[in-house]
């Protein structure tokens, strides 16, 4: 009988982000990405003598099942996860011990992976796929959080990750002290720089930048922008396709995931390329944005404000300009919106979810990221619960973003409760759907000055599209005055009574009423207001040129 091994990366995030080194943050992806692509097809080749099929994405057949001799075939593999059919289970296991040791001795030990295995004849993939994610999903509730073992009072901690320092390093004629892990990280970035330049327009004239400094900042205006982006319901997708057809050959689904796995990837890059290309061209031909944005040009090469991070299969990670960075995630859902997989004579639109955390340059990156994460989530979180009352399938993609201010290093909820509810003010009711109240992901927690999540592009309500945001922050720009934008800013922060008799000051000086918002100009709805999210934008939306507004100023 034959074996499937299912593998998943675990720790990804701890592993990735885990400096504050950009060097060392790419390092780490594109190792995460080597573990499937590179180091487990060697181990398979090795263990199995070449007697083994692994360029799963060339083949439009599945042999192992009718081919005695083959001692293993790779299904597919993407997203931190992969699928291997064994011709037995102890060729399974052999396998995962190499790969156990390849992964040690590569990362220093820093990251991890869980395997489980399923005996199959070959009869019902669907069944079998779901018997490995329950077993899978068991096995890594049960794992062990393992914490590196760290220094003791005669170590040296390692100058980037705070892990035993193990090996010195020059570095701008200065001596510094690296763990382990981060060393290999590095190594890994010097022997793939070029990982992510297919994303540039041409490799010529642009480069992408090394340090957060390098994302072009003025003095005194030093914000970046950590982006991430997730695809919506991609499992549920799947097994959609598979079980569209249950009468469907092993084969046949085999050959549904591995094409559902390269198109996902190939529109999602495609949307990465498209945003960086859209920078690039507002960076040459539009003066007036360049002066904004102010990039770093060294070698000749202008350093794009943007740093891909982790771009694997619906997964996107980059960090950018903290100006951009809501407009780059809108213009990528937008153009992801465009998109659509053709499987099995049926199309399928993709959509994801945004979230965009605006912190400091040298604020820790990796707080920063868990925050962007947690916003994707909570855009997430709105736009299930609008899509099941509203009863339609297509969630919407959604954008929710949050400015760090302060030094706060709680999680998101815990930030709103303390700065988002307006003092004396009642709190506006949950979003619920009745049939799941009960259940905490079908409850999402709203805010007195919080309008957002937005929903950037699809089908969802029209007070929460992005154009509604767009229309207020454009009148807010266009008619009033930077310094009464921000006194308005303020009073609402104060109480919704000062901010009432402010509107009112400001309507005696001239000013007639605020921005109309989905045909109202209240400052509060059901207890909460649109106009905060425009207000607390004011300096950090720079929206990308498009070829009819490019500025030619001086």
Not at 430 to 452: F, G, H, V
Request: glycine share 6%.
């Amino acid at each position: 009988m034959k074996t499937i091994a299912m593998y998943d990366v675990t720790g990804i995030q701890d592993f990735v982000f885990a400096s504050g080194k950009i060097k060392e943050n790419v390092g780490a992806s594109i190792i995460v990405q080597k573990v499937f692509e590179e180091y487990l097809n060697e181990v398979i080749e090795k263990a199995c003598i070449n007697n083994c099929r692994t360029e799963w994405n060339q083949y439009s057949d599945f042999q192992i099942c009718s081919e005695p001799e083959l001692q293993a075939e790779v299904l597919y593999m993407g997203g931190g996860n992969a699928m291997v059919a064994y011709q037995n289970r102890e060729t399974a296991i052999n396998v995962t011990k190499k790969l156990s040791y390849e992964i040690l001795e590569r990362t220093g030990g820093t990251l991890k992976f869980a395997v489980v295995y399923q005996n199959t004849e070959c009869k019902d993939y669907l069944n079998d796929r779901d018997e490995l994610l329950k077993k899978l999903k068991i096995n890594k509730y049960r794992m062990v959080h393992q914490t590196p073992l760290l220094g003791i009072g005669i170590t040296r901690q390692g100058d980037t990750d705070g892990l035993p320092a193990m090996i010195p390093v020059k570095e701008d004629n200065t001596q510094k002290y690296l763990s382990k892990s981060a060393y290999f990280k590095r190594k890994t970035w010097e022997k793939e720089k070029k990982y992510f330049d297919r994303l540039l327009p041409n490799t010529t004239d642009y480069d992408f930048p090394l340090e957060f400094d390098d994302l072009g900042q003025k003095k005194g205006e030093n914000h970046i922008a950590v982006v991430h982006i997730d695809g919506n319901n991609m499992g549920k997708m799947l097994n959609q396709l598979l079980e569209s057809d249950r009468t469907a050959e092993y084969q046949q689904s085999i050959q549904t995931v591995r094409e559902f796995s390269k198109q996902v990837d190939k529109k999602y890059f495609s949307a990465m390329k498209c945003i960086v290309q859209e920078l690039a061209d507002g960076l040459k031909t539009d003066k007036l944005f360049y002066k904004k944005l102010d990039p770093v040009v060294k070698e000749k090469k202008l350093l794009l404000p943007i740093r891909p991070i982790v771009r694997s299969g619906d997964d996107v990670t980059f960090v950018c300009n903290g100006k951009i960075g809501i407009a780059l995630a809108e213009e990528f859902l937008t153009e992801l919106d465009h998109h659509t997989i053709l499987l099995n004579d049926s199309e399928t639109k993709l959509s994801a979810c945004a979230g965009v955390a605006i912190v400091k340059s040298h604020f820790p990156f990796y707080r920063a990221y868990q925050l962007a994460e947690e916003l994707c989530k909570s855009a997430k979180m709105k736009g299930n619960i609008l899509a099941k009352m509203e009863n339609v399938e297509e969630i919407g993609n959604w954008l929710d973003f949050h400015i760090v201010q302060t030094g706060i290093s709680t999680n998101l909820n815990e930030i709103r409760d303390k700065f988002c509810q307006v003092p004396g003010m009642e709190p506006p009711k949950e979003l619920k759907y009745p049939e799941y109240a009960d259940m905490p992901e079908m409850r999402y927690k709203q805010y007195n000055l919080l309008w957002r999540p937005w929903c950037v592009a699809g089908n969802c309500d029209e007070k929460y599209q992005w154009n509604a945001f767009k229309a207020v922050y454009n009148e807010f720009e266009k008619e009033w005055k930077r310094s009464r934008l921000k006194k308005l800013e303020s009073e609402m922060t104060r109480s919704a009574n000062d901010a009432e008799i402010y509107i009112q000051e400001c309507k005696s000086r001239g000013i007639k009423k605020l921005p109309e918002c989905v045909r109202s100009s209240d400052l509060y709805r059901g207890g909460q207001t649109p106009y905060f999210d425009a207000l607390e934008l004011l300096d950090f939306y720079v929206t990308l040129p498009k070829a009819e507004e490019i500025s030619h100023e001086n």
